[in-house]
Structures are given as structure tokens and as C-alpha cells.
């Protein structure tokens, strides 16, 4: 009897990176040798915004609302406290003007769904304003999404560093050895994105590439939720086992809304 393997979704980067990193972030491994999902794995907040951000797009519903909605439907993911705050109002309130790495963990689904520079960065900036209005906050998320959108548009490294580089001033030079030793916890977009390409930079696959973002320490979740999804964009593959892993630790409305997300941007099949 042939083998039925589980689907493969462009949502599962970020994913995958989210839940491998979630048990480093509070105890940095500094490595790249550690167990991709030891017990205590689970989804964190970068997962439920990442889903929210496609459900917004699917469903052309203001993202502060999906925001709002997820984040009330899973209060325990671990968000920010400026963030958690937004979230206890009945309602969607004012941005918070945060320089978050927020804007940035859930945005690589506008990376994927739409099909111009032009729109990727207009829609990553409304993504982000809603909440992290801070000149920062909004610039973290369009590059994450720009960074996505190039690397499934079949742009290479040195096209994809170059890019970033001009576009948002990121410096992309240092390696991860050199940033390894001294790089501490670190939750502003100024501090993560640099971290999270050269992550991707510096890979040779999927795997690699959430190796090399758990390795640097600090915000180890939401580094490899970004890292993942330009990794997989790029790659378009990643190992079996860590699709059984993502799909052991997800729940039956994320899986779901990755199964549409899938179908709404018609970019192509995965593989393993």
C-alpha cells in the first residue's frame, strides 16, 4: 500500500521554525546540534499571528481584527505585554507604535500571497501599522515579507542580501559565527531581522537554515519563524519529519487555514 505523506503547506516555515525554537527562546542551546522538537515543543505566538495574517488575507478582512480574533482564541501563546494589553480590549484598539519583532514573526504570509514588489511592501505595512506603528516595526515586516517574496520568485542569495540591504539598510555582512558569541535576547526588529536573513543566508536547506537561527540564541521562536519561512520559500522543501512535527504540535483551525491559504495563493506544490 503506497505511503500517504502528510501535506506540505508554504505556512509550514514559519511554523516549523516557531515550534523548534519555542523551547531555546528561554534556554539558548548556542549551537546546532540540539533536538528538533524535545518535549515542552509547542506552537507560540508567531504561529497563531502567522495563521491570522493568512485567514486576513483569505477572508480580505482588516487585519486587526483577525489579529484580535486569534490572539483571543489562543490568550496563552506568549505575547508581548504591550501586545497583550491590545488584545484584552473588547475590540481592536489604537497601534501600540511598537518596534516589535511582532510586525515581522507573522508577516510571511503577505510574502507569499501577493505578486508585486509594490503590493508585498504596501500590504506588509498595513499588516504591521495596525499594531506596531513605530517607523521600525513597519520596516521589520516589510522586509521579512520582501524577503519571502523574493526567494519563492526564484531570486537568488546574493540577488535576495542585496535587495535587503538596499532597501532597508539591514547589514548583512557579519556571519553567524561572529555574531554567535556575544548575541543576546533581543525582541526589536532592529536587532532580530539582520540575525534571521543571515540565518538564511548562510543555509543549505531548510533544516539548516532553523539550525542556524536556533544556534544564535535569544528570540529563538520568532527568529526561526522568520528564517523558516524565507527558507522554505526559498527551498520549497523540508524533511518529512519536520512536517510530522509541525502537524503533531498545530490544531485543526490552523491546519485548515493553511490548506486554503495554500489553494488562495496557487504558487505551486511542496515537496519533501
Same mark, same amino acid.
Given at each position: 500500500m503506497e505511503k500517504?505523506?502528510?501535506? +506540505?503547506?508554504? +505556512?509550514?516555515g514559519a511554523l516549523g521554525g516557531d515550534i523548534i525554537g519555542?523551547?531555546?527562546?528561554?534556554n539558548n542551546v548556542k549551537s546546532k546540534k540540539f533536538p528538533l522538537f524535545p518535549r515542552g515543543s509547542a506552537i507560540t505566538d508567531d504561529s497563531v499571528m502567522t495563521i491570522a495574517t493568512a485567514e486576513a488575507?483569505?477572508?480580505k478582512r482588516d487585519y486587526a481584527r483577525s489579529y484580535h480574533k486569534w490572539g483571543n482564541e489562543y490568550p496563552n501563546a506568549g505575547y508581548g505585554g504591550s501586545f497583550r494589553r491590545w488584545l484584552h480590549a473588547d475590540a481592536p484598539g489604537a497601534p501600540c507604535n511598537s518596534?516589535?519583532?511582532?510586525?515581522?514573526?507573522r508577516v510571511s504570509p503577505v510574502g507569499f500571497a501577493f505578486n508585486t514588489k509594490a503590493e508585498v511592501l504596501a500590504e506588509a505595512k498595513?499588516?504591521?501599522?495596525?499594531?506596531?506603528?513605530?517607523?521600525?516595526g513597519i520596516k521589520g515586516a516589510q522586509a521579512a515579507a520582501y524577503a519571502v517574496f523574493l526567494a519563492r520568485t526564484g531570486k537568488s542569495k546574493v540577488e535576495i542580501k542585496s535587495e535587503i540591504e538596499q532597501e532597508f539598510g539591514y547589514d548583512l555582512s557579519p556571519s553567524l559565527d561572529r555574531l554567535r558569541p556575544d548575541y543576546i535576547f533581543d525582541v526589536s526588529c532592529m536587532g532580530t531581522l539582520?540575525?534571521? +536573513?543571515?540565518a538564511f543566508l548562510e543555509s543549505v536547506d531548510y533544516e539548516d537554515a532553523v539550525r542556524n537561527a536556533i544556534s544564535v540564541g535569544g528570540d529563538s521562536d520568532t527568529i526561526g519563524a522568520i528564517t523558516g519561512a524565507i527558507a522554505l520559500?526559498?527551498?520549497?522543501?523540508?524533511?518529512?519529519?519536520?512536517v510530522i512535527g509541525i502537524e503533531n504540535h498545530i490544531y485543526d483551525d490552523m491546519r485548515y487555514t493553511c490548506k486554503e491559504f495554500q489553494k488562495y495563493c496557487n504558487i505551486g506544490k511542496l515537496t519533501r
Amino acid at each position: 500500500m503506497e505511503k500517504l505523506l502528510p501535506e +506540505l503547506y508554504h +505556512l509550514y516555515g514559519a511554523l516549523g521554525g516557531d515550534i523548534i525554537g519555542s523551547t531555546y527562546e528561554f534556554n539558548n542551546v548556542k549551537s546546532k546540534k540540539f533536538p528538533l522538537f524535545p518535549r515542552g515543543s509547542a506552537i507560540t505566538d508567531d504561529s497563531v499571528m502567522t495563521i491570522a495574517t493568512a485567514e486576513a488575507i483569505l477572508q480580505k478582512r482588516d487585519y486587526a481584527r483577525s489579529y484580535h480574533k486569534w490572539g483571543n482564541e489562543y490568550p496563552n501563546a506568549g505575547y508581548g505585554g504591550s501586545f497583550r494589553r491590545w488584545l484584552h480590549a473588547d475590540a481592536p484598539g489604537a497601534p501600540c507604535n511598537s518596534w516589535g519583532n511582532g510586525s515581522a514573526m507573522r508577516v510571511s504570509p503577505v510574502g507569499f500571497a501577493f505578486n508585486t514588489k509594490a503590493e508585498v511592501l504596501a500590504e506588509a505595512k498595513k499588516s504591521a501599522e495596525c499594531t506596531h506603528n513605530h517607523p521600525e516595526g513597519i520596516k521589520g515586516a516589510q522586509a521579512a515579507a520582501y524577503a519571502v517574496f523574493l526567494a519563492r520568485t526564484g531570486k537568488s542569495k546574493v540577488e535576495i542580501k542585496s535587495e535587503i540591504e538596499q532597501e532597508f539598510g539591514y547589514d548583512l555582512s557579519p556571519s553567524l559565527d561572529r555574531l554567535r558569541p556575544d548575541y543576546i535576547f533581543d525582541v526589536s526588529c532592529m536587532g532580530t531581522l539582520p540575525v534571521a +536573513l543571515i540565518a538564511f543566508l548562510e543555509s543549505v536547506d531548510y533544516e539548516d537554515a532553523v539550525r542556524n537561527a536556533i544556534s544564535v540564541g535569544g528570540d529563538s521562536d520568532t527568529i526561526g519563524a522568520i528564517t523558516g519561512a524565507i527558507a522554505l520559500a526559498f527551498y520549497k522543501t523540508m524533511p518529512e519529519e519536520i512536517v510530522i512535527g509541525i502537524e503533531n504540535h498545530i490544531y485543526d483551525d490552523m491546519r485548515y487555514t493553511c490548506k486554503e491559504f495554500q489553494k488562495y495563493c496557487n504558487i505551486g506544490k511542496l515537496t519533501r
